[in-house]
């Protein structure tokens, strides 16, 4: 028996744009609770674009 994705099959996952909406969130929000950081502030962060992201640079 074939068995399907995750993404195929999961209601929640199908619709792209939802799903990344809602792995942001999770994301978001589990940060928050580690780093003592508001969620809608860290969301903010993961929604720009990589390069506009500060980079860490090394010694």
């Known amino acids: 028996m074939k068995s399907k994705s ?3 099959s999961n209601q929640h996952l ?3 744009t939802k799903a990344k909406k ?3 969130r999770s994301l978001a929000s589990s940060t928050a609770i580690e780093t003592g950081e508001s969620i809608r502030q860290i969301e903010e962060k993961l929604k720009l674009p990589r390069s506009a992201v500060k980079r ?3 010694a």
């Open 6 to 8: 995750l993404a195929n």
């Open 14 to 16: 199908k619709n792209k």
């Open 22 to 24: 809602l792995m942001v």
């Open 56 to 58: 860490v640079k090394l």
